[in-house]
């Protein structure tokens, strides 16, 4: 079973309506027996890094096993900042740690290009690497929804960029560990495509 973590903030809603418009069954619950039996984890996210990480507390331990033992996991937006290590949003919360890398505010210089903060909107992928969650997907343009961006310790860990006056990581991936800075759910038929490749590596 694929259960998207019910922690309480992340719109779980829309991604469990991505995963039903290609016929997949997905489980949104909040049991821990529920997510250490999963075959696969989605960690959706709204909000706050640091209200996030106060609600996936008690959860911590269960998705580092789950990680570690080679389950697929995406995660999606908040969802992938907070599998890194902290943010300048929420300096005095750890995130999930299982990246290294720190999440950072998009420098306000880049409205001197006409950009707003937050990215809001579609941009194209730039892709610079293999990952299963990327297969058959080009330089198409997906949704963004946020006001900040991760920098990896470990450039190799980015699969696909967009440019925003800075360059953005808009998909890591490594090993079994897939994430998204933008909402495949919300980014058309292209977007399907990458929750399709999901369900691919869990089957």
Request: proline share 5%; hydrophobic share 40%; charged share 20%.
């Amino acid at each position: 079973m694929i259960t998207i973590i019910d922690y309480g903030s992340g719109n779980l809603k829309s991604i469990s309506n991505g995963f039903s418009r290609i016929g997949a069954e997905v489980l949104i619950s909040r049991e821990k027996r529920d997510l250490k039996e999963a075959e696969a984890l989605i960690l959706p996210g709204v909000g706050v890094f640091g209200a996030a990480m106060t609600h996936l507390e008690e959860y911590e331990d269960l998705i580092h096993n789950h990680v570690d033992d080679g389950k697929p996991f995406l995660g999606v937006c908040l969802g992938l900042q907070v599998l890194f290590t902290s943010s300048q949003e929420s300096p005095n919360f750890m995130g999930l740690d299982i990246f290294k890398g720190e999440v950072v505010r998009f420098p306000p210089e880049i409205r001197d290009k006409g950009l707003k903060i937050p990215h809001m909107g579609w941009n194209n992928l730039q892709i610079n690497k293999n990952c299963p969650i990327l297969e058959g997907v080009g330089q198409n343009y997906m949704y963004f929804v946020h006001s900040f961006y991760v920098k990896p310790k470990n450039d190799r860990l980015v699969a696909a960029r967009v440019d925003y006056g800075v360059e953005v990581p808009a998909v890591v991936c490594q090993d079994n560990v897939f994430a998204t800075q933008f909402h495949p759910e919300k980014s058309g038929e292209v977007g399907l495509e990458i929750l399709r490749n999901f369900l691919k590596i869990i089957s």
